[in-house]
């Protein structure tokens, strides 16, 4: 909790409000200070912040300014790693000071699973030098004397955490900032804001009006309702978050050093020291929201009534852990409003359709996140950060998703301190839940297909045989859907396999300057008529911001697919600096897709009847418009290793019909549903890596085995000049294999893990599957690109096991072939 006391808070700056700046930073809270902070620091000082109370009256007054380090994966870790590093340089300075206690934090584990999951964090501490380890119980008790052990089979112990005071901190980052240049204005609500011809922003404030090039959205509990201000609906909403400050406790006074902070997420709650005493916070298993339909107008982020019985349960087991607290009372209940989002990962960067209104909220750690405000300066600046932030895009989420969506995503759900938990199963694709269905959501529900959200559809992971059982399991043990997904993969390898592909991104580029704008826009030659090509795109920085396939099936029209997890950020790349003789148009939710792959694919589409728009039976080599029987088709001809996969693109109302045609057709070829999976392990040993998994958005395209795609001829395109200049991140991207039978592998790696050479780390996993029964895990790591990849001691560590593993260069030039023209 904040320290109270005016030396530590910023004084009001009673000059005018300025009648311009570069950006304007809307909340006072430690996220906006922090921002504010970084964007100074990397050399933008025309900036100015406004908050509507006092800096730290949203939430950061009241949080507790914890910062563990035991999160979801390696992207979160590195952050905190940052803030940790951050705040151990102000402390040095008295000026600067944040009041940093580095306590430690144990994060308990109760059962085998629990346990396991330790072992895979120990991996992802390794690949970035984060001291931690696992203790037993006898060492537990040994850190922490006022915990009853029994039923505790151990914990993570991280000596290097702590606590920051929740004011110095905050007040410390905005002081710094106006040291070198920013404005700050407390007491200056923000009433309206507006969109100038020049595509700057008018912003309206008690204090006056502004003018701004960027506006960063830093305003907590209040975002939604600042983002409504220019009408981006956002998912983000307020919550209760309840605390205990209990009084003096005897046993800890005695101890003669401060306890470590505690997180038990089993039950779930939290303990970090408080003078003599604790601060316990035990969560309810249901989430209590703040501000549905508008925060009260009046409020200042002031303390909600306690709800003395919420979470009662939870307090039990408190007492049962720490006997200590049976003994003195409650000094005081903290209830407060804390932000969150649909999915309960924070919103971090630019809105979709704008490229100078950037998100920074629904932030469930910001003090643990500080250093999150550098890497959005970063893609403010600079057009992209230097991390990957793809799993905070808000254009994660698609116009459905508002407030109300929220709440029905987190309702029902434990509000964790920590957010989406690690390794308690496979991870999950990007989004909060499924809004759309394609035509034959009901066909493939039928025929037991079990589904993931991907993008906001329902797309089918795999295909339950008979007796197989659909729940997910959890992680670290042999998922019940190998033997299903085997026998997808053969389809697809051996005879012929159909899939739902509608999640696709999917647009359409048109109009008197498409051509231009094309030659422009992509690192490849655009493609001549009834040709496909994979065309890299680049940022004003070189780069990558997609990975398109771009295909021409008839004249005056260009058609892009992308992946469909980001389709939203996919489409703001493509209408990067568009002119109004360019129109690009959305047709993911216009036009559905259905795959058809295997040796026996072709045979398949002969029976169907393809007829393409000049009259003729043969299939083309690239994309051309038709008909299959009477349905208006787009046939794409998409080379994917050793499959051959045709995508058929029709209208939605024609899907339905097509699909039961196609089995019909492929019956004798022993035609199977397939799932997401399935194609992922098809797609892995093409050695085809995805973009914002395996492959940084920004990433330079050398590092990543793109370059090779790249056509440098061209005398012009995106980022072309910036990309010449640009050096390497250190960073290769390769392709490993790991044979199960010769290392006895017995749990498959699900990203993160270490890659050892020797003893040394030398890169971390971005992903893996298993091939399905041909005896491999095959996957993609990004390494140190000065490592000897070579050697025979390359390893990947899963669970803390070194398993051996076969390093390959990432090749993708036969990409580069797959420009046929019709007939050529």
Known sequence: MATSGSENTLPLDQRELPKRTRVLVIGGGVVGCSVLYHLAKLGETNIVLVEKNQLTSGSSWHAAGMLSQYHADRVHLEIIKEGRALYGEFEKNPD????????????????EHEMLDLKRWIGIAKTLGVSAEIVDAARLKELYPIMEVEGILGALWFPTAGYVDPSLTTHSLARQARGM????????AVEAIKRNQDKSWLVVTSKGTIQADYIVNCAGVWAAEISAMIGEIIPSMGVEHQMMVFETIPEVKALGFELPMVHDPATPLYTRADRDGLIVSSYSDHTLFFGAGGVPKDFAGELLPPEVDRGESKLAVAMETFPALQNVGVR??????????????????????????????????????????????????????????????????????????????????????????????????????????????????????????????EVPKWFARAGDDTKELPAFVTPNW??????????????????????????????????????????????????????????????????????????GAYYVTSDSRLTRRELDSLRWESSDEVVISDRTRDR????????????????LGWRSGGGGTALPSGAEDGRIGFVPTTLVRVPYGEMLLWELHTRMEYQAGLYERLVDAGAEFGIKDVGSRALTAIRTEAGLPLLGTDINYGADPRDVGIGELLSLCKPCFVGKQSLMWRSSNGLKLVKFKIDVASTKLSVAPTGDEPVLSGETCIGYVTSATSTYGGGTVLGFALVDSQADTTKSDIAIEILEVPYKAEIVRVDLRHLKTARVKQGG
């Open 181 to 188: 240049g920013a404005r700050v204005f407390q007491e200056c």
């Open 592 to 607: 559905a897709v259905l795959g058809l792959g295997g040796p026996k694919a072709v045979d398949v589409l002969a029976k």
């Open 482 to 555: 190998i033997g299903a997904i085997g026998d997808e993969r053969d389809a697809l390898l051996n005879s012929v396999g159909t899939m739902d592909l509608t999640s696709l991104g999917k647009f359409e580029v048109t109009g008197e300057g498409a051509d231009g704008y094309m030659e422009q826009r992509l690192t490849v030659d655009p493609p001549a008529l009834n040709e496909m090509v994979y065309a890299p795109a680049l940022n004003r920085t070189g780069g990558l911001v997609g990975l398109w396939r771009v295909s021409r099936p008839r004249a």
């Open 332 to 457: 005081a209940f903290v209830n407060g409003a804390i932000p969150r989002s649909a999915d309960r990962v924070p919103l971090v960067g630019p809105a979709h359709g704008y490229d100078n209104y950037f998100l920074s909220c629904s932030n469930y750690g910001g003090f643990l996140f500080v250093a999150l405000g550098r890497y959005l300066a970063e893609w403010l600046l600079h057009g992209e950060s230097s991390i990957n932030l793809v799993q905070m895009d808000p254009r994660r989420f698609d116009e459905y998703a508002d407030d109300i969506f929220a709440i029905r995503k987190m309702e029902g759900v434990t509000s964790g301190h920590t957010g989406p938990q690690a390794g308690i199963t496979v991870p999950t694709a990007i989004g909060a839940g499924a809004v759309w269905t394609s035509p034959v959501y009901g066909l493939l529900k039928a025929k037991q297909a079990v589904f993931e959200t991907v993008g906001g559809w």
């Open 96 to 111: 600067t000071a944040v009041g940093l206690h580095s306590s430690g934090d144990l994060k308990l584990a109760r059962s």
